[in-house]
């Protein structure tokens, strides 16, 4: 009996405080199908709440009506995950290929002179600049200038490879540079015919002889190119981006435009790497706001791997033989800055293509962060790592690979003419990767690639192109899985940003930066991951979509 009457004691005054909550009001309450919190233990819950552009609340639908009330009520006939987050981009790098000659998939040499006349005639009195050509699309040899010489006798034209590593000049560009067949550069090369004249080619650091005649847009005419490449990268479901290589007035440009509200992104800045930049650095100190991190560098070690200026451990193969690449900075001078952003708190993120250069620089980063800890150096690309160097990523917590899937379905075309087929096994091998280093960074590395999350994320899953190509997918072995692939777009690459604080996952605490999809990535059919569309995109709980 007295048993009896403790209990029903009990449910009058349960009964009695639930009757006495007092609901809290929020700005929002979202219900949908389901929504994936961005956790390791992959998470789910049936609604959230929102207020003040944060989560403040999530779990069953009944739950959150229980303790909040609201307003605006959402209810979504689809799937919510956390904002996704392209680890490795350039930003500015997209903006201002929207104001040139875009030579993206030209099939043909024909094909990019017939653009870059249909650009003359649209711009009289502009240079011809552009960038996007890759030769592997026609032949797998480099053009000459002849015919740029020929169609462009007084006009200066500089066309750069989709991966920025090369580029082509005509001789008026030649002309104004003072290149010729004795010019020699550190960590690049002006490439010569067989009769020793410059065919017009550049690799790697050669091309800075040009870079410098040929100056960005002017800010009016860029600030519209960057407004426009933050829908353009919005539209994908991007809601935070890391920009790998900016100089501090274009972070300043890009703050003003992010503050104004005309970009809808949040910036990880990686400055790039200069004695001026560190002083710079030096100077004024980290920058971390909701909207803003500037507190890393971005560095090279070597070039890219489809130009032939990876720096390989082995000489390259087929039509690029006889030599083994580049390293593109001065190692010396290199480990001292290592030491200086140490000491004031950077992070250094280093672009490593070939194994020679990613043994170089994980050597460099473990000397250099012995003994320290949650530092998060990052190496970008990874992308051929010798299998006996894999451990220097396990034995050091301080070190995470920093991987673009779809250059792995790109590059299939080409990558064993560069490699052989003996080295093939460590190119591309994101799950090894992953397996040692447990934590990756997932980037499209656009413009190099298109900013398209879903096609990023169907190549790193089914290692296939967006055409389903190959069949069996392109070195299977290294597909990663869906979970993997899903935390690399959001709750790791936050991580590894330092950016875990505000975003990567929808937690309670975190900013409401959310997307709505039609269909469940993690769980519908592997075919059925292309046909997905992102039905909305949310930052501070605001809906960011035109």
Not at 72 to 77: A, E, G, K, L, Y
Not at 230 to 238: D, P, V
Not at 425 to 447: E, H
Request: charged share 25%; proline share 3%.
């Amino acid at each position: 009996m007295n048993k009896l009457l403790l209990i029903l004691s009990s449910l009058l005054l349960f009964s009695c405080n639930n009757q006495s909550i007092k609901k809290k009001k929020v700005d929002k309450i979202v219900f949908a199908n389901a929504i994936y919190l961005g956790t390791e233990t992959m998470e789910k819950a049936e609604a959230m709440a929102i207020h003040k552009g944060k989560i403040v609340y999530y779990g069953s639908k009944d739950s959150v009506l229980y303790y909040y009330k609201s307003n605006q009520i959402d209810s979504i006939d689809g799937f919510v995950y956390p904002g996704f987050i392209d680890a490795h981009c350039h930003f500015w790098g997209l903006a201002k290929t929207l104001l040139e000659v875009d030579l993206t998939g030209c099939k043909s040499w024909a094909e990019l002179l017939d653009r870059c006349k249909k650009f003359e005639e649209k711009n009289p009195n502009s240079p011809i600049v552009g960038r996007g050509w890759d030769e592997s699309l026609w032949v797998n040899e480099y053009p000459n200038k002849k015919d740029l010489d020929s169609i462009f006798p007084t006009k200066a034209v500089f066309l750069k490879r989709v991966d920025g590593h090369a580029g082509i000049a005509n001789s008026i560009t030649l002309q104004i540079a003072e290149i010729d067949k004795n010019t020699r550069v550190s960590g690049g090369s002006v490439v010569l015919s067989k009769d020793k004249k410059p065919t017009g080619i550049l690799i790697d650091n050669a091309l800075d002889l040009v870079n410098k005649f040929f100056k960005d847009p002017a800010e009016k005419e860029m600030c519209g190119a960057l407004i426009e490449a933050g829908r353009i990268c919005n539209s994908f479901g991007l809601t935070s981006i890391a920009d790998a290589g900016l100089e501090p007035r274009q972070i300043e440009i890009i703050d003003s435009l992010i503050r104004d509200n005309k970009i809808h992104l949040r910036m990880y800045a990686m400055l790039t790497y200069s004695p001026q930049n560190l002083a710079y650095a030096v100077q004024k100190g980290k920058i971390v706001q909701d909207h803003l991190r500037v507190h890393s560098f971005k560095f090279f070690a070597d070039g890219a791997l489809g130009s032939a200026g990876a720096k390989l451990k082995q000489p390259y193969c087929g039509s690029h033989q006889y030599h083994n690449g580049l390293i593109l900075s001065d190692i010396v001078e290199m480990e001292s800055a290592f030491k200086t952003i140490l000491n004031i708190d950077f992070q250094a993120h280093t672009h490593c293509i070939g194994d020679s250069a990613n043994l170089f620089i994980l050597d460099l980063y473990n000397k250099t962060l012995a003994n320290k800890a949650d530092k998060r150096w990052r190496v970008e690309h990874a992308q051929i790592v010798d299998p006996k160097d894999l451990n220097k990523f396990e034995t050091n917590s301080n070190i995470f690979p920093s991987i673009q899937p779809i250059h792995a379905t790109s590059d299939m075309r080409w990558a064993e003419d560069r490699l052989c087929s003996h080295r093939m096994g460590s190119a591309y091998a994101y799950k090894a990767l992953l397996n040692s280093s447990k934590k990756v960074a997932i980037g499209t590395d656009f413009p190099v690639e298109s900013p398209n999350t879903i096609e990023n994320f169907y190549a790193a899953v089914a290692r296939k192109n967006k055409d389903h190509i190959p069949e069996k997918g392109f070195l299977p072995a290294q597909k990663l899985s869906r979970k993997e692939t899903f935390l690399g777009m959001t709750n790791w690459a936050a991580y590894t940003l330092f950016m875990d604080d505000i975003v990567g996952s929808l937690q309670s605490g975190k900013m409401a930066d959310y997307i709505v999809m039609d269909k469940d990535i993690l769980q519908c059919s592997e075919k059925e991951i292309l046909k997905s569309k992102i039905l909305g995109v949310y930052q501070n709980g605001e809906n960011i979509l035109p």
